[in-house]
């Protein structure tokens, strides 16, 4: 095989399982959504252990299980996986990551040690995650905005901005945002207030490494990223008017979140807004089925721990007052859309302030 047609085999098995997990969320779902209505009637509630069970009786439920857990594993591995492909392409991208940066644009701490449930779980299924291989910002990048992406729809981290300036109508000056990944989230912070600074703190140096060069293409010199753990960012005590996170939450064991909003209290100033966006399912045991589900399948552990926590009371505790959570329109219409239309995740938007 060619190179050129190594590449086109690429695309068109890409887009075999994006076409897949098209069939799998609006196909499929309504079916699954119609048996598991079926199998709740009766007079008295059931939790998601009895349905997962009953659901079991037919095919359905299991096909559906399948697939999501294999063709997210697809989308990565495998000769005509993200990976293969973007190995292919190593030096490439290796001579872009090492372009010379502005100064203070980006700041590795290469003795950083990266926490036990980082490293032991390949989060999303990402072979090696973001952080071992030199290419796994890339990859990652590849992978949310690929014709399978999930969560990478355009348009995504500027609505989440828009929330955010609505509920700091004086603006910001200074944002900091917590696992900012290759910088998806940070950047339509920095776009939209030129005059701010934006702090973008990761773990994961591939990831930082993209997100600096990207920041750099497009001229955003109010961006600079951090590497540094989300619970201890080193960064100044009391100068932050926003402290955020999109996705992450349910990426971290309960106890790193408790830490985290400790920290977040820390950078704020008096008044400061800490504002999340992630995943929260309704008190449903479909739903929570679903949820839960697809954290197992993703490889994504601590989905189900974050929706069971008592994130008020967690908030409370790390000097945060006005907690407050709001449903989160990640696309026109979704709010509205009836539940079994197409697969979706239960988006949130998780807020408090320090007092002034
Ligand atoms: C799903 S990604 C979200 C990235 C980005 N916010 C976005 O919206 O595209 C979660 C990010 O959290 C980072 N992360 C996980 N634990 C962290 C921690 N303790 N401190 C800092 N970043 C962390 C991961 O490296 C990853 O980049």
């Known amino acids: 095989m060619t190179g050129m047609g190594n590449v086109r085999e690429q695309a068109a098995f890409q887009d075999f399982v994006g076409a897949s997990r098209r069939f799998w969320s609006e196909r499929m779902l309504p079916v699954l959504t119609a048996e598991a209505d079926a ?12 349905l997962a069970a009953r659901l079991s009786e037919r095919p ?3 096909f559906f299980c399948w697939l999501e857990r294999h063709l997210q594993r697809m989308k990565y591995s495998g000769p005509r996986g993200i990976v293969a492909a973007l190995d292919a392409r190593r030096d490439e991208f290796e001579a872009m990551l090492a372009r010379p940066l502005p100064d203070g644009a980006l700041r590795l701490d290469p003795d950083l040690a990266l926490p036990g449930y980082y490293v032991d779980c390949d989060i999303h299924q990402q072979p090696g995650g973001l952080w071992s291989d030199p290419l796994g910002g890339a990859i990652y990048r590849e992978a949310a905005g690929g014709s399978a992406g999930v ?3 355009s348009g995504l981290h500027d609505r989440f901005t828009s929330v955010v300036a609505a509920e700091m109508p004086e603006g910001w000056a200074r944002l900091v945002d917590l696992g900012c990944g290759y910088g998806k989230s940070a950047l339509p912070f920095a776009r939209s207030r030129p005059e701010a600074v934006t702090v973008g703190v990761d773990l994961a140096a591939p990831a930082l490494r993209l997100a600096a060069q990207l920041a750099a293409d497009m001229q955003a010199r109010n961006l600079r990223y951090l590497q540094a753990d989300a619970r ?18 349910h990426e971290l064991p309960p106890d790193v979140i408790e830490a985290m909003l400790r920290e977040a209290h820390r950078l704020l100033r008096p008044g400061g807004l ?3 966006l992630d995943f929260l399912p309704a008190n449903d045991a479909f739903a929570r089925l679903l949820h839960f589900g697809h ?3 993703n490889n994504e552990p601590f989905m189900e721990p974050l929706a069971r926590m008592d994130l008020a009371a967690a908030h409370r505790a790390a000097g945060f007052e006005a907690f407050r959570v709001t449903a989160f329109e990640d696309e026109d219409g979704a709010l509205d859309r009836p539940p079994d239309r197409k697969w979706r995740l239960p988006w949130a938007v998780v807020l408090a302030r320090k007092p002034s």
């Open 274 to 276: 800490s504002i999340h």
């Open 60 to 62: 359905t439920y299991d």
């Open 232 to 249: 201890a960012t080193g960064l100044p005590a009391g100068e932050a008017d926003v402290v955020t996170s999109t996705m992450v939450l």
């Open 39 to 50: 199998a709740r009637r009766g007079p008295a509630p059931i939790d998601e252990a009895t």
């Open 295 to 297: 954290g197992r399948r």
């Open 151 to 153: 969560v990478a729809r």
